[in-house]
């Protein structure tokens, strides 16, 4: 079964707007990451949060985790139409990080 | 998609017919993965690598099988293919999980429908 569950499913938003994105997962973690996906393109990465670590930024992107709920959340700010894609977590397993497991996504339109 | 090489990019073919992805790479990475891709389902792992004959299953493993002879390639096969694999195909590499960090580059991907 999968790890990361991401809600919601679909978002849709005005260009400007913020979006946030939330994943959930079942067990304890060394880290997780958020991916992005362009429509017909492969996942790209788009930054990692240590379960040690509450917060990260990088540039727009702003996470948060929460390992005592175990969730996460990846707020977009000022969100562009190029931001249009879907969304992905990606968490491993404490004590075991060879594998990587994905959530369904969250499929993000920004419109004009 | 840099450095890493998915071919075919797409592919048709029959039921019971058996058909082999190649993932390239030249980034020189120890880990390669192969996901499946399918509305609902996200993306799951099928095998991974992690060196030059040294695989493992995932968690859709039933009716693939994977080789990697060398550190640059690793083969997926579908030896009896059939229409529930039909699906998007990805190859990722990881340079490695050094302090527990496995950041996964992913190829474009190889759309395969079988009829």
């Known amino acids: 079964s999968q790890q990361g569950e991401e809600d919601p499913q679909a978002l849709s938003i005005q260009e400007g707007e913020n979006a946030t994105m939330n994943c959930s997962y079942k067990?304890?973690?060394?880290?997780l990451q958020w991916y992005r996906q362009n429509s017909g393109r492969g996942l790209v990465h788009l930054i990692l949060?240590?379960?040690?670590?509450r917060e990260k930024h990088s540039g727009r992107l702003r996470v948060t985790l929460d390992t005592s709920k175990k969730s996460s959340s990846l707020l977009i700010t000022a969100s562009r139409a190029a931001d249009t894609a879907s969304y992905f977590c990606?968490?491993?397993?404490?004590?075991?990080?060879?594998?990587?497991?994905f959530g369904k996504g969250t499929k993000l339109t920004v419109n004009p | 998609d840099a450095g890493i090489t998915q071919s075919p990019r797409h592919k048709v073919t029959e039921t019971g017919t058996p058909v082999t992805l190649r993932c390239h790479q030249t980034e020189n990475h120890r880990y390669m993965y192969w996901y499946r891709q399918d509305p609902g389902h996200g993306l799951r792992l099928i095998h991974y690598?992690?060196?030059?004959?040294?695989?493992d299953k995932g968690e859709v493993s039933d009716g693939y099988s994977v080789s990697r002879s060398k550190t640059e390639d690793f083969l997926l096969t579908l030896e009896s293919a059939t229409s529930s694999q039909t699906s998007v195909y990805f190859c990722?590499?990881?340079?490695?999980?050094?302090?527990?960090?496995?950041?996964?580059?992913f190829g474009a991907g190889t759309r395969l429908s079988v009829l």
């Open positions: 949060i240590r379960s040690n670590e």
């Open positions: 990722a590499i990881s340079g490695g999980t050094s302090g527990g960090v496995n950041i996964q580059y």
């Open positions: 990606a968490t491993d397993i404490q004590g075991g990080s060879e594998k990587l497991v």
């Open positions: 067990t304890s973690i060394n880290n």
């Open positions: 690598s992690y060196g030059v004959k040294d695989t």
